[in-house]
Nanobody, 118 residues
């Protein structure tokens, strides 16, 4: 099982980035997918979620600025981030989750750094 994030980098306030998370080793289409972020010294927080059926949810901090999407044919989940702010600076992680009768399957990527700075 592998989740590999990409697309992070340095961007000015007001700019945009598109993060990608490429998955392999499991049945991607059956999993809910999330983006989390973690700033230095702070806890990891949920940013956005998309279910296996395509239903989305966002943290208040992301509503109206970020869009999560998935491409099951490419086994990839995306996070389009617009109107970036200084406080969006963090390491962004993707997670795949599936609940089943025997418990919970949960996989994490290694993270990609997003820095918003002028």
């Amino acid at each position: 099982v592998k989740l590999v994030e990409s697309g992070g980098g340095l961007v000015q306030p007001g700019g945009s980035l598109r993060l990608s998370c490429a998955a392999s080793g499991f049945t991607f289409s059956r999993f809910g997918l999330s983006w989390y972020r973690q700033a230095p010294g702070k806890e990891r927080l949920l940013v956005a979620y998309i279910s296996a059926g395509g239903t989305t949810n966002y943290a208040d901090s992301a509503k109206g600025r970020f869009t999560i999407s998935r491409d099951n044919a490419k086994n990839t989940v995306y996070l389009q981030m617009n109107s970036l702010k200084f406080e969006d600076t963090a390491t962004y992680f993707c997670k795949a989750t599936r609940a089943h009768i025997l418990g919970l399957d949960e996989y994490w990527g290694q993270g990609t750094q997003v820095t918003v700075s002028s």
